[in-house]
């Protein structure tokens, strides 16, 4: 496979459930993100891993939990989610997320609808 | 917050080149100009970016005013598969993409 992926593709849960998203990328890439995408929403950034080390977090409620095992991989633990937490969740990846821009061109997966019941 | 205005939506003929416009009147001079494109419901997906040149490569054109207040995107010949969400995005190196709300381009056959 080459590119980003994303699994599950679509998820339905319920409040009180708890779920993982997962995320690969296969480009050797050293920064990896977590996108939200709400209904006729910007793209809203939710966390940055540069090197395994998380270097942002937006002020994301704590019911999203991400872990980052290594470069190529990227979860993001859910739980007692809201229904408004209803959206397109989207993970991207980039050479280098501190880099020059010539180094952080984002490369995104198909992302992952989730409905919270 | 967005540091560029974009018109939220635009049509264009089947085969004819689609000009992509961009205000972004704040920029300094290490922010470089990037444009993203979201078909419905997938990821958005990298086209092109610029400093101050004019750039190309295989999916577009990207023009950036000599003053760098405002650039185009040019899809030379768009295709019914171009229509999508097109963002364009005033990056500072070392800090995060803010993609805004885009404009809303549909290509009509």
């Not at chain 1, 977590?34 to 793209?43: E, G, I, M």
Request: with cysteine.
């Amino acid at each position: 496979e080459t590119g980003v992926t994303q699994t599950p593709r679509h998820l339905v849960m319920g409040m009180t459930n708890k779920k993982s998203l997962k995320c690969e990328q296969h480009l050797g890439h050293n920064a990896m993100y977590w996108y939200k995408q709400s209904a006729k929403k910007p793209l809203e950034l939710m966390f940055v891993y540069s090197l395994e080390e998380r270097v942002e977090n937006n002020s994301v409620p704590s019911r999203f939990s991400p872990e980052c095992p290594n470069s190529s991989h990227l979860f993001l633990h859910l739980h007692t989610l809201q229904p408004e937490d209803s959206a397109l969740y989207l993970c991207a990846s980039s050479q280098d997320s501190l880099a020059g821009a010539a180094l952080n061109e984002q490369f995104f997966g198909p992302g992952t609808r989730l409905t919270v019941l | 917050d967005a540091k560029t205005t974009q018109p939220p939506s635009m049509d264009c003929a089947e085969g004819r080149a689609a000009n992509l416009p961009c205000n972004h009147s704040t920029i300094s001079g290490n922010e470089y100009v990037y444009w993203y494109r979201q078909i419905h419901s997938q990821g958005p997906q990298y086209i092109i970016h610029g400093l101050k040149n004019n750039e190309t490569n295989e999916m577009a054109s990207l023009i950036i005013t000599e003053d760098r207040k405002s650039s185009t995107l040019i899809l030379p010949h768009a295709t019914l598969r171009d229509t999508a969400v097109y963002y364009c995005i005033v990056y500072d190196p070392g800090n995060q993409f803010y993609f805004g709300t885009g404009t809303s381009l549909t290509v009509i056959p």
